[in-house]
């Protein structure tokens, strides 16, 4: 088991690079029996979903298009609490089939809010891709049809995961090692 330090934090390996574009791998080749004859739109949410995007991409076989997108939360002067905004979305997505690859889906919060967002552009259907879903912590009704790898409740960084922004360029994923 390799160790890593990151800033105050050490984490040890838990999916190793194989493992994951083996599941990656997978979730491509149901995405292209699924989507075959509907030209999806794939939305990658940067930053944490890079890598997953570009190896998930080069699974699939069907024509297709990707685009990038960051979602921005910030908290409002008012009480009414958290915004979310998605930037960068530039397609006319009407009519289309759209999947959001995301790097985790952890309470699920932010996916769906993502998803209320992009109702209001009426696509065809909105599909979700995420790399990491962490079944333990779901606290929203989400249909997640395409999930690579299903965690613990644990932190992890790696393959485009960061820890205070570090660490996103590492191979395979880490889990935080509680001392
Ligand atoms: P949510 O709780 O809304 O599903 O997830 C919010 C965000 O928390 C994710 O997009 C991701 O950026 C971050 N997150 C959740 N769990 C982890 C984790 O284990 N590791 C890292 N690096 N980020 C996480
Ligand atoms: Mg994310």
């Keep these: 088991m390799r160790r890593v330090t990151i800033k105050d934090k050490t984490f040890e390996t838990s ?32 930053n944490g979903s890079f890598m997953y995007a570009a ?17 921005a939360s910030y908290t409002g002067t008012e009480s009414s609490g958290k915004f979310t905004e998605i930037i960068g979305l530039n397609e006319d997505i009407a009519g289309r089939e759209v999947v959001v690859v995301e790097d985790i889906v952890d309470t699920g919060k932010t996916m769906e809010r993502m998803l209320e967002i992009l109702r209001k552009h009426n696509p065809a259907n909105i599909h979700i891709s995420t790399l990491l879903l962490k079944p333990g912590k779901l606290e929203v009704n989400l249909d997640i049809k395409y999930a690579a790898i299903e965690i613990p409740n644990d932190f992890i960084v ?13 191979r395979d994923i880490y889990t935080l090692v509680q001392e």
Excluded: W
């Design 15 to 46: 999916i190793p690079e194989a493992v994951i574009l083996e599941k990656v791998k997978h979730v491509a080749e149901k995405l292209n029996k699924d989507m075959a004859g509907k030209t999806p739109l794939f939305l990658a949410v940067l």
């Design 55 to 71: 190896d998930l991409m080069k699974f699939i076989e069907i024509p297709c298009e990707i685009s990038f997108v960051r979602v």
């Design 158 to 170: 790696g393959y485009g995961l960061d820890y205070d922004q570090q660490g996103r360029n590492l």
